[in-house]
């Protein structure tokens, strides 16, 4: 019998790294991440996880660890967050590049400066170019489903990606919630062994990262990028095989209350378990609004996104980072070139807000709602609107 | 691979080769020598992690490799930590009987740069945690790879073209960073120093190094003919000359105690040394007497400690 | 495929790509010729070759073999024409001469 308990995320997703049996865990403390290396040494010290627990000095160390156990054919975890990310950088590209299926949690936090450990985004958006897959969880639940779903796709052998779960610092990662934890059994069902063809071994030496002259190393970046784009088919049958086991089906592209809607709202994380309810007091004043929200965010689900809002007016994209000097906040600006060649599309507002930990309450959804209409129907001078900053803010043109 | 050896007096080498020839160090290159000698003594059963530097990109041109072990290059600055991941990955799978038990070497390999600057951390946060591997420096006293840059492993008075010498600089300003020390101030069970001038006492250290339980470390004086400046043919002499006049004198400290491998009565003056390198060229007698004097003073030092633990 | 991997060009396209860039053939770069390097060829002297396997101990390029009746040859597929062979021979039997053009 599965188990209903209570959880935070940072829990959450520890217990699903328990139930996936990893065999080797290096992990840096920072917060808001700390709560998930913490239990899993715990785990570990207690005889409940079979497990390497490697206590690094550094995240740029954690990630290189996790290297070096993926490519013996450990199963792999690891968990950062912001600073902690941006130190892991060049790490984090070299991880997809050797296709080394490694699951790593990311609690999301604000970058310094200045210094903040409270969540946003600018962490997840400077890495989504790096080639690793990328979901992002509305609640406790997605942190552990996602988290177990994460080592089931990035290992599939048509796919052998690394995976970065994301849930929002504080907001999820200290939050207790009710939380399903299915049976072992079933976990076992879901998650086959993990089988690396590659291995390191005396028994068949194979070299893994050698370098790429000119002449060799667009074809191997090539190679990459096709089979990142493939890995889709492999994350939605993943989503499938995750419902049919668990009863809880997951979506690249997930929308709520969108019939008819002309007004969209599209936000990421925990914002989108707040956006709903603000969708549903407007929906009761009889408003045509409708909530997207985006879990897939790398390799980027075009084609599940133009359909999900093409038969809406407007679409206000709801960015928890700035892309400093850019048209707007990176999620905002992948939905309109996602959109651009489309024939039916709707208009697309950019805000941002809930930056470093800022709270974003119901009525602040409905405010977004609100301007993001009138601008459409009035224009404005600005490329993106802000919302909850002290101050009128202009000046955001090109 | 078919396990011959080559007597040499009372020492059998093999005639097995885990780096390929075709690779593409530099003509007379020395650390490809002491790499050569160095995989000879670890065998097959290892798995190498490599740092960037010289070795790794003389080694590895995709879509072909030397290595004839299973090898793995990832950074230049993360060997240390990604030598944990295997050596804790290995052991792990084993436990878990997801693996067959049997040994295998966990070596990490990097130049002075890899180690002594940008590795440090990663290299200490290894030994701290005590995993069971040996570390490999190859040690040819600047970045190479780059360019002949300055490292910290860059002796003083050497021209490189980060610290050139010039109407208002020797060159390098500093002494050498003693990186051997520094791993023996870990506390690991195995630190040495070779040079592949001495062909078997650089194979018995590595191999040592290899099969001691915990961090090992070696640290292999490695001639560079294209940085040093000095004629291709020169490598074994130059190996020689270092170790002769004590610049770079070959010790082991096996669980904390010191041992001289090669104790000369009378060191050779380090002008023997310096005068047919190129890099050394511009050093002026005085320079030449500080060096003589510092050499001097860091024997002393090594003697000291190799002293205490005569008795 | 396997021959292929083993060189870019023309033929190569990016479908021939490992997964991860990974080289799965062991040595394979034992087929670059490094010889064309070489400004300086040694010469080994049987007459004066004690057959002590120095040169062959010394060679940082894998470039000396050993033969059957314990004598060494240079393999100039590989020699880079660096000179240590000749250096480290106690015996003097080896020498290096000029390259000549081909
Ligand atoms: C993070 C990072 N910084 C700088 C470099 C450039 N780089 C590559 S190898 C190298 C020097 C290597 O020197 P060393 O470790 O002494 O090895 P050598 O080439 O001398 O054998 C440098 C500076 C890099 N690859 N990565
Ligand atoms: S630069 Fe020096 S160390 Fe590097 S391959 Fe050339 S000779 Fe060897
Ligand atoms: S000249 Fe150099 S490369 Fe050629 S055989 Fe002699 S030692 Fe080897
Ligand atoms: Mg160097």
């Not at chain 1, 920072?30 to 206590?55: F, K, S, W």
């Not at chain 1, 052998?157 to 849930?167: A, I, N, Q, S």
């Not at chain 1, 990142?228 to 419902?243: A, L, N, P, W």
């Not at chain 3, 470039?63 to 020699?79: N, P, Q, R």
Request: hydrophobic fraction near 40%.
């Amino acid at each position: 019998m599965s188990k209903r308990v209570g959880l935070e995320a940072s829990f959450a997703a520890a217990e699903a790294a328990r139930m996936a049996d990893v065999d080797v865990i290096a992990a840096y403390p920072i917060t808001p991440q700390t709560h998930i290396p913490e239990r899993l040494a715990e785990m570990v010290a207690d005889g409940e996880l079979n497990a390497a627990y490697i206590p690094v000095e550094s995240e740029h160390s954690a990630l290189s660890a996790c290297l070096g156990a993926a490519a013996v054919g450990a199963r792999t975890f690891t968990a950062t967050a912001g600073q902690g990310l941006e130190l892991m950088h060049e790490v984090v590209y070299v991880a997809s590049s050797m296709r080394y299926p490694i699951v790593m949690t990311i609690c999301n936090r604000a970058l310094s400066a200045p210094l903040s450990v409270w969540g946003d985004h600018s962490d997840a958006m400077a890495v989504r170019d790096a080639g690793w897959i990328q979901v992002f969880c509305q609640n406790n639940q997605d942190a552990f489903d996602m988290t177990l779903w994460a080592f089931r796709v990035g290992e599939d052998p048509r796919v052998l990606f690394p995976v970065m779960v994301h849930f929002d610092g504080f907001h999820l990662s200290h939050v207790t919630e009710p939380v399903i934890l299915p049976e072992q059994k079933e976990v076992d069902r879901f998650l086959p062994r993990f089988q690396y063809p590659f291995a390191l071994t005396p028994d068949k030496p194979m070299t893994h990262g050698a370098f790429g002259p000119p002449d060799i190393y667009s074809e191997a970046k090539i190679a990459q990028e096709v089979a990142f784009r493939k890995s889709k088919d492999v994350i939605i049958q993943g989503f499938k095989e995750f419902g049919d086991i668990f009863g809880r089906y997951y979506h690249p592209v997930e929308p709520y209350r969108t019939e008819g809607a002309k007004v969209l709202l599209l936000t990421m994380g925990s914002f989108s378990e707040t956006a709903k309810i603000a969708i549903d007091t407007k929906k009761n004043k009889g408003e045509s609004v409708g909530l997207i929200n985006l879990r897939l965010w790398r390799p980027f689900p075009f084609e599940e996104l133009c359909q999900a809002v093409k038969d809406a007016e407007t679409l206000i994209v709801f960015d928890r980072c700035i892309s400093f000097g850019g048209p707007g906040g990176p999620v905002s600006s992948e939905i309109r070139s996602a959109l651009y060649n489309e024939k039916e599309r709707p208009r697309v507002v950019s805000f941002i807000g809930g930056l470093g930990g800022r709270d974003m309450a119901v009525k602040d959804f409905e405010y977004v709602i609100d301007q993001g209409r009138e601008i459409v129907e009035k224009g404005s001078e600005e490329l993106f609107e802000t919302v909850g900053i002290r101050g009128e803010v202009t000046g955001i043109r090109g | 691979m078919d396990g011959k050896f080559i007597k040499f007096g009372k020492n059998l080498v093999t005639t097995d080769e885990f780096v390929a020839e075709g690779h593409s160090f530099c003509v007379g290159c020395g650390e490809a020598l002491a790499l050569r000698l160095a995989c000879k003594a670890l065998g097959k059963d290892v798995i190498i992690a490599n740092a960037t530097g010289c070795i790794e990109i003389c080694t590895s041109p995709l879509p072909v490799t030397s290595w004839r072990v299973p090898w793995i290059h990832t950074l230049f600055e993360n060997t240390g930590a990604e030598i944990s991941g295997i050596e804790a990955g290995l052991k792990i799978l084993m436990k878990k009987g997801k693996m067959p038990e049997r040994d295998i070497k966990c070596v990490a390999v990097a130049g002075d740069g890899g180690t002594s600057d940008i590795g440090m951390q990663a290299l200490s946060g290894a030994f701290e945690r005590k995993h069971d591997f040996l570390y490999l420096c190859f040690d040819n006293e600047a970045y190479m790879n780059t360019g002949i840059q300055r490292s910290s492993a860059t002796p003083y008075g050497a021209s490189t073209t980060t610290a050139p010498a010039g109407k208002l600089s020797i060159g390098q300003t500093t002494w050498k960073k003693n990186m051997a020390e520094i791993a023996v101030a870990h506390d690991i069970p195995y630190v040495a120093t070779a040079c592949p001038s001495y062909p078997f006492d650089l194979i018995n250290k590595v191999k040592k190094g290899g099969e001691v339980k915990g961090p090992a470390y070696v640290h292999i004086f490695s001639p560079c003919p294209t940085g040093w400046r000095y004629p291709t043919d020169l490598a074994i002499e130059i190996g020689r000359l270092a170790v002769e006049t004590g610049i770079f004198p070959l010790y082991e400290v096996e669980n904390g105690r010191y041992k001289l491998n090669i104790d000369r009565p009378k060191l050779r003056p380090v002008e023997e040394y310096l005068k047919p390198q190129g890099r050394f060229r511009h050093l002026l007698d005085g320079e030449i007497a500080k060096i003589q004097e510092h050499v001097n003073e860091e024997y002393a030092k090594l003697k000291a400690k190799v002293a205490c633990f005569a008795a | 495929m396997t021959e292929k991997r083993l060189k870019t060009g023309p033929d190569f396209i990016w479908r021939d790509m490992e997964v991860g860039n990974i080289v799965t053939e062991a040595g394979s770069a034992a087929l670059r010729r490094t010889g064309d390097w070489r400004s300086q060829r040694p010469i080994i002297d049987k007459e004066r070759c004690n057959k002590c396997g120095l040169c062959w101990l010394y060679c940082p390029d894998v470039a000396i073999k050993l033969l059957e009746d314990g004598y060494y040859e240079t393999d100039l597929f590989y020699c880079k024409g660096c000179g240590i062979c000749a250096k480290v021979c106690t015996r003097e039997a080896i020498t290096m001469i000029e390259e000549e053009e081909e």
